[in-house]
């Protein structure tokens, strides 16, 4: 029987390597043409690699959590009739996260683009689950199950292991029903093996939470000092920092250890603007939109961005270059179950506040449900992020490299306000912007956020400004 290498195929747009998130089959398995192998994660996107070949797999070539470079071979399959060559490269397809043959609780989002994808050759078979193994209870015990996100997060609010629940659904899913059954039982909960990801809230400042995600981008990396490890004690799991979780993990280093971080933090009273967007949440209702304070917000920075443009700005270390953006593209820092995602609002300041709200409300959802596209990921110039009703008195946001500035939105609290000679209730939210001291001053940073401020502050001159 002959035997066919397949290689790691080039995905384009600049991928040169891809770290293997998890393998669907393993040396012995028999697999169909086009069923789903192997589980890829690169800078640009987690995307589903299927069989070339219908075949027996003879050897996997790399293990989980391994970077391995675009040529290498991924798996040897023995296959029928004459010896085949190795796999030539496969370009990208459309993504397609949302298909029902795939599991939507595997969806995998980041703010670049991290989204699953199918290559053209590479079906989409549902993978089969993992052999359940024994456990302490009734026995059963599945490593890896099968679920939505809306059905893992109903498990940790039900405080029920997922791995535990017997699963009813098609293709061996668990669904809310399996998990409530489980939980109506009252069976013992264990502490999931992993910590779980904030939900997504985008739409109203004062009562959601949005984090942040660097943006993976610049391909000069600084590595931190390397640390002791931590000695093993009894009682204790330990979690392999692999995927999504690995990429969060180094771009947040990045970030930190390349650009020279400052934070300065103001108030803002917002009482002219929630008197505005009191005013005009009818009309966007009738216009089909929910309408919260975010879009405000973005149009203000877009508006200070204009007036301090070098903080429209990206930097490539690699060149020592800073690049200047004429356009004003908009990252909506955001946490889903499948990680941290920063969609972008495409050419804010050409949009109305309805359009920029309709934008968000659109990647809220698609954020949601694991269905981000390239196009709405990665390529910004400058990133809000809200901490929302969480976000305490305030936060130092790290900025998204290879950005030069963040701004962090707080809650908007009623607070004692001074107006003339007078001590008046008025709506207040603390804001802080971060900036990378290697190419914006302090006193161009503090202009900056007075220039939002500001115009959050006087929202009549900041519909003036509007184009």
Request: net charge neutral; charged share 25%; hydrophobic share 40%.
């Given at each position: 029987?002959?035997?066919?290498?397949?290689?790691?195929?080039?995905?384009?747009?600049?991928?040169?390597?891809?770290?293997?998130?998890?393998?669907?089959?393993?040396?012995?398995?028999?697999?169909r043409?086009d069923?789903?192998?192997?589980?890829?994660?690169?800078?640009?996107a987690?995307?589903t690699?299927?069989?070339?070949?219908?075949?027996?797999v003879?050897?996997l070539?790399?293990?989980?959590?391994?970077?391995?470079?675009?040529?290498k071979?991924?798996?040897?399959?023995?296959?029928?009739?004459?010896?085949?060559?190795?796999a030539?490269?496969?370009?990208?397809t459309t993504?397609?996260?949302?298909?029902?043959?795939k599991?939507p609780?595997e969806?995998?989002?980041?703010a670049?683009?991290?989204?699953?994808?199918?290559?053209?050759?590479?079906?989409?078979?549902?993978?089969?689950?993992?052999?359940?193994?024994a456990?302490?209870?009734?026995?059963?015990?599945?490593?890896?199950?099968?679920a939505?996100?809306?059905?893992?997060?109903?498990?940790?609010?039900?405080?029920?292991p997922i791995?535990?629940?017997?699963?009813?659904?098609?293709?061996?899913?668990?669904?809310?029903?399996?998990?409530?059954?489980?939980?109506?039982?009252?069976?013992?909960?264990?502490?999931p093996?992993?910590?779980?990801?904030?939900?997504?809230?985008?739409?109203?400042?004062?009562?959601?939470?949005?984090?942040?995600?660097?943006?993976?981008?610049?391909p000069?990396?600084?590595?931190?000092p390397?640390?002791?490890?931590?000695?093993a004690?009894?009682?204790?799991?330990?979690?392999?920092?692999?995927?999504l979780?690995?990429?969060?993990?180094?771009?947040?280093?990045?970030?930190?250890?390349?650009?020279?971080h400052?934070?300065?933090?103001?108030?803002?009273?917002?009482?002219?603007?929630?008197?505005?967007?009191?005013?005009?949440?009818?009309?966007?209702?009738?216009?089909?939109?929910?309408?919260?304070?975010?879009?405000?917000?973005?149009?203000?920075?877009?508006?200070?961005?204009?007036?301090?443009?070098?903080?429209?700005?990206?930097?490539?270390?690699?060149?020592?270059?800073?690049?200047?953006?004429?356009?004003?593209?908009?990252?909506?820092?955001?946490?889903?179950?499948?990680?941290?995602?920063?969609p972008?609002?495409?050419?804010?300041?050409?949009?109305?506040?309805?359009?920029v709200?309709?934008?968000?409300?659109?990647?809220?959802?698609?954020?949601?449900?694991?269905?981000?596209?390239?196009?709405?990921?990665?390529?910004?110039?400058?990133?809000?992020?809200?901490l929302?009703?969480?976000?305490?008195?305030?936060?130092?946001?790290?900025?998204?490299y290879?950005?030069?500035?963040?701004?962090?939105?707080?809650?908007?609290?009623?607070r004692?306000?001074v107006?003339?000679?007078?001590?008046?209730?008025?709506?207040?939210?603390?804001l802080?912007?971060?900036?990378?001291h290697?190419?914006?001053?302090?006193h161009?940073?503090a202009a900056?956020?007075?220039?939002?401020?500001?115009?959050?502050?006087s929202?009549?001159?900041?519909?003036i400004?509007?184009?």
């Open positions: 029987m002959a035997t066919y290498e397949f290689k790691l195929p080039d995905i384009g747009e600049g991928v040169t390597e891809g770290e293997i998130v998890s393998w669907l089959v393993k040396a012995g398995d028999q697999v043409e069923q789903e192998m192997v589980e890829v994660m690169t800078d640009k987690t995307v690699i299927g069989a070339p070949k219908a075949g027996r003879a050897e070539r790399a293990k989980e959590g391994e970077v391995v470079a675009v040529g071979v991924l798996v040897v399959l023995e296959v029928g009739g004459a010896a085949g060559a190795s030539a490269p496969v370009p990208a993504a397609s996260a949302g298909a029902p043959e599991p609780g969806v995998v989002a980041s670049v683009g991290d989204i699953r994808e199918s290559l053209p050759g590479m079906g989409s078979p549902r993978p089969r689950p993992p052999a359940p193994v456990s302490a209870d009734d026995g059963y015990r599945n490593e890896k199950p099968l939505a996100p809306a059905t893992r997060k109903l498990a940790r609010e039900l405080g029920v791995e535990r629940v017997r699963p009813t659904g098609e293709g061996g899913r668990v669904t809310r029903e399996d998990v409530e059954r489980f939980a109506a039982r009252g069976a013992q909960a264990v502490i093996t992993a910590p779980p990801a904030p939900t997504i809230a985008m739409a109203d400042t004062r009562h959601e939470a949005i984090t942040v995600r660097p943006e993976p981008e610049a000069s990396v600084v590595s931190a390397a640390a002791a490890p931590v000695p004690r009894p009682r204790e799991q330990r979690v392999p920092i692999r995927g979780r690995k990429r969060i993990f180094e771009n947040m280093a990045r970030s930190k250890h390349t650009a020279a400052f934070t300065y933090v103001d108030e803002c009273d917002c009482t002219g603007l929630v008197a505005l967007r009191d005013r005009s949440k009818q009309h966007a209702e009738r216009a089909g939109v929910k309408l919260s304070y975010l879009p405000f917000i973005v149009k203000a920075a877009v508006a200070a961005l204009r007036q301090h443009p070098a903080l429209n700005c990206l930097v490539d270390d690699a060149k020592q270059e800073l690049v200047l953006r004429s356009s004003y593209d908009i990252g909506i820092a955001a946490a889903t179950d499948a990680g941290l995602t920063v972008v609002v495409r050419d804010a300041d050409r949009k109305s506040v309805l359009d709200a309709r934008d968000i409300d659109r990647l809220a959802a698609l954020a949601r449900d694991g269905k981000l596209g390239k196009e709405d990921l990665g390529g910004s110039s400058f990133t809000i992020t809200s929302g009703k969480l976000g305490g008195l305030f936060a130092t946001p790290i900025v998204n290879p950005e030069v500035a963040i701004l962090g939105v707080h809650e908007m609290k009623r004692p306000v107006r003339g000679d007078q001590i008046v209730p008025g709506d207040v939210m603390l802080s912007l971060s900036f990378d290697r190419v914006i001053d302090g161009i940073g900056f956020a007075r220039t939002i401020i500001d115009l959050l502050e929202p009549d001159r900041l519909l400004e509007m184009t």
